[in-house]
């Protein structure tokens, strides 16, 4: 057998402008991206054709799941301390340095006050899955959601509060919240809803 | 373009000897795909939208029940919302001892839209030709806001006033909402339900069962 030698061509891809292309893709994202905030409960927004945007900054979330469970989420951290220094002075707890920061870390706020010092002595891993089953008291009678807020509101006075519930949570939940917040005087408040198109013809 | 010429001499004959310095891109592109395909997971694009609801503050203690309610009852809708998605309506006043005085629909652009509709078209019709006029950009948005909020505010607009039971959901709720913005209909409260209230739903539900018994009662 002979041999045939064949030269052997090397394909070679510049991969430079496919580089830079990507790097650009990154830049955009890395720029553009809000990570979307760790909720303990995944809560599927209704439609609205309301086209108001969410403000940027100085926003107390109020998550209410299908299950009626309460969740908050206030965004800035110097408020977060704040709020629960005026929250210990409540209820005659006082939260070491490391529960503090514990509970900044923590993006929700979602268990009932009694039990906050040994939830943040937790790990941040434990702490989730306790949120999964904790929540807010709101009964008429333990009403510590509308202590939260209200003090949320004492130490930002530019607070807006966004509702954002699950579709299929029942009304009767929901009105206790609307009806906790119009007794502290917050009357008017955003609720959280998805975009959906206007229909033909309007 | 990702290779740099090392030597070549060109000032000599003969063959220049060419050493080509490539760098291979290939894994560069790889890393930057990967934390591409990780930032579209982790981040929300668009950011959620809001609908502003003001509700009326609770210290009307000297406001009786009646007044409350007291709306002209030539443009007064009432809108109950039910259990599985079920809207209920009536105009005006209701006639306890007719039960087809409160009439039952839903949330297809059919159901409670073409009533509202109907009963709001001139409105309607002024905030069509408003967008119109807005997407022509033959306005700007500062007056369209300001035209908007004229018609909604005008005199002869509707008043709804919505009424959602224990049975049913947020969605109804924001759905009914969203009606208002869509029917351009500026004046509307949520209001708890009354004894009346549910009487008429649970007699439309018999079909005036109980409209017979209380008339069996007073005989």
């Known amino acids: ?202 | 373009m990702a290779s740099i010429e090392t030597g070549g001499d060109g000032g000599k004959k003969g063959k220049p000897k060419q050493q080509q310095l490539r760098v291979d891109f290939t894994p560069m592109v790889d890393m930057n795909m990967l934390l591409i395909t990780f930032f579209m997971f982790c981040t929300t694009m668009s950011k959620p939208q809001t609908m502003e609801l003001v509700l009326p503050t609770k210290d009307t203690k000297d406001m009786t029940e009646e007044e409350k309610n007291k709306v002209k009852d030539s443009k007064a809708i009432t809108v109950i919302l039910g259990e599985n998605d079920k809207v209920y309506y009536y105009f005006g006043k209701p006639d306890y001892d007719d039960y087809t005085s409160l009439k039952e629909t839903d949330f297809s652009p059919e159901g409670i839209r073409k009533v509202l509709v109907e009963r709001n078209i001139e409105n309607v019709r002024k905030m069509q030709e408003l967008r119109k006029k807005k997407y022509a950009k033959q306005i700007s948005n500062e007056d369209f806001d300001k035209e908007a909020k004229e018609i909604r505010a005008s005199k002869d607009g509707q008043v709804v006033l919505i009424k959602p039971t224990d049975g049913s959901t947020f969605r109804n709720l924001v759905d009914i909402l969203d009606e208002m913005a869509i029917c351009s209909i500026g004046v509307y409260a949520i209001v708890e339900m009354t004894d009346g209230d549910n009487f008429l739903v649970e007699n439309l539900q018999k079909s005036g069962a109980l409209t017979q018994q209380a008339a069996a009662v007073k005989h």
């Open chain 1, 1 to 202: 057998m002979s041999k045939v030698k064949t030269k052997k061509h090397s394909v070679w891809i510049d991969m430079t402008a496919m580089s830079d292309v990507t790097v650009l893709l990154l830049t955009f994202f890395m720029l553009t991206s809000t990570f979307i905030p760790k909720e303990p409960v995944q809560v599927i927004t209704p439609q609205s054709v309301s086209e108001i945007k969410i403000p940027e900054a100085n926003i107390l979330t109020v998550l209410v799941t299908p299950k009626g469970q309460i969740f908050l989420n206030l965004d800035r951290p110097s408020d977060k301390r704040e709020v629960l220094e005026l929250i210990g002075k409540d209820y005659g707890i006082t939260f070491t340095n490391n529960q503090i920061a514990s509970f900044i870390n923590q993006t929700t706020i979602g268990v009932p006050v009694a039990s906050l010092p040994k939830f943040l002595d937790l790990s941040m891993d434990e702490q989730d899955d306790v949120l999964k089953t904790g929540g807010i008291p709101i009964d008429s009678t333990n009403n510590q959601f509308k202590r939260w807020v209200e003090h949320a509101r004492d130490v930002n006075e530019n607070l807006t509060i966004a509702v954002k519930a699950d579709q299929e949570t029942p009304y009767p939940l929901v009105r206790q919240v609307m009806s906790t917040l119009q007794d502290i005087k917050e009357n008017r408040f955003n609720l959280v809803t998805n975009l959906k198109g206007m229909p033909e013809g309007f």
